[in-house]
């Protein structure tokens, strides 16, 4: 299929399906309401930021090599948790509700904050590697 491994794109699938559930367990939390922030949407992009970090310096770094665990959990989970383009869509509707300030610092905060997640992240699975004994 197109030269890739099915079992690969078994793996970004079913984490992406895990991943679009818990993103959308997520929004039935809260009705979207453009004059407010969208918590449910900002949880999910800092908090698959932070899961990224994690899974790829673990990933990369400390575990033996897979074909599977990175399509699984980086491409398809944190994928499908996140959504970049849900982040535009709830900004424009700040913006058609003249939210500014909101929408500014709403893009402004899931950006810089979905950077410092996966610094953070990288940097305290790192961590937790060197503490580890032997």
């Known amino acids: 299929m197109f030269g890739h491994d099915r079992r690969e794109l078994a793996a970004v699938f079913v984490g992406g399906a895990v991943g679009a559930l818990a993103r959308a367990a997520l929004a039935t939390l809260m009705v979207p309401d453009p004059t407010r922030w969208p918590?449910?949407?900002?949880?999910?992009?800092?908090?698959?930021?932070?899961?990224?970090?994690?899974?790829?310096?673990?990933l990369l770094e400390r575990l033996p090599s897979s074909s599977y665990r990175r399509?699984?959990?980086?491409?398809?989970?944190?994928?499908?948790?996140?959504?970049f383009s849900t982040m535009q869509v709830e900004t424009l509707h700040m913006l058609a509700a003249h939210q500014y300030l909101l929408a500014a610092g709403y893009s402004l905060a899931s950006v810089a904050l979905g950077f410092a997640a996966v610094?953070?992240?990288?940097?305290?699975?790192?961590?937790?590697?060197?503490?580890r004994p032997g």
């Open 71 to 83: 399509p699984l959990l980086g491409t398809g989970f944190c994928g499908g948790l996140t959504t």
């Open 119 to 131: 610094h953070v992240a990288t940097v305290a699975t790192r961590l937790g590697f060197e503490r």
């Open 39 to 58: 918590w449910p949407t900002f949880i999910a992009n800092i908090v698959g930021a932070l899961l990224l970090g994690c899974f790829s310096t673990r």
